[in-house]
């Protein structure tokens, strides 16, 4: 974890300046599923630590920009930081607008950071019927254990169908933002 810090201490202004974004994604091994309690604290507190660098180093260098880290609850690995400036900022604030205020942190993610600034949002897969219709028994149930709503949707062909919304799993967020000159960052 420490090179991990040491690697991304700084956001890259460069890529920045030029997309108008810059993000770091941990990286993924969805072949990990139950991970130890304290390794998910240790890749929580590091990302963490380095949003707080990235924030300071924003708000230090930046007129206006909008931070956001994600810490998802399930897979750990995808937990990201995304810093925004001009066009992408408003993109990427329409796209995260379902926060949910007032759910509680995993204890895992309680390090040191002001738990009351924290917000959720479920995420959610897609599942058309036919999907799902390809699918063994179990996995089936299992699936289906976590339907939050079944829709009519229209297949390629015409007809109605059935689309599936399935809970996946909560992201917890911290976001900031800097609105202009002399301004610092909420």
């Given amino acids: 974890m420490d090179k991990l810090i040491e690697k991304h201490s700084s956001y890259n202004p ?10 770091l994604k941990i990286f993924s091994y969805p072949e990990l599923h139950k991970l130890p309690t304290w390794y998910k604290k240790k890749i929580a507190s590091t990302i963490i630590e380095i949003f707080k660098t990235w924030k300071e180093q924003a708000n230090a260098e930046l007129k206006m920009f909008y931070i956001r ?21 408003e993109w990427y604030k329409k796209r995260f607008q379902n926060g949910i205020s007032g759910s509680p942190l995993p204890l895992w993610v309680r390090l040191k950071v002001e738990t009351h600034d924290w917000m959720a949002f479920h995420l959610h897969s897609t599942w058309l019927e ?7 028994s ?6 289906l254990q976590n339907l939050v709503e079944t829709k009519n949707a229209h297949h390629y062909d015409g007809t109605l169908m059935n689309e599936y919304i399935v809970y996946e ?3 917890y967020f911290l976001e900031s933002e800097k609105l202009g000159v002399g301004g610092q960052a909420r």
Avoid: G, P
Wanted: aromatic share 2%; proline share 0%; no cysteine.
């Fill in 14 to 23: 460069k890529q920045l300046m030029e997309h108008k974004v810059e993000n």
């Fill in 130 to 136: 036919e999907e799902i219709n390809t699918l063994s």
């Fill in 138 to 143: 179990a996995d089936k149930n299992a699936l």
């Fill in 69 to 89: 880290l994600h810490i998802h609850s399930n897979n750990i690995f995808n937990s990201e930081i995304i810093l925004t400036i001009e066009e992408q900022t």
């Fill in 169 to 171: 799993e909560t992201v």
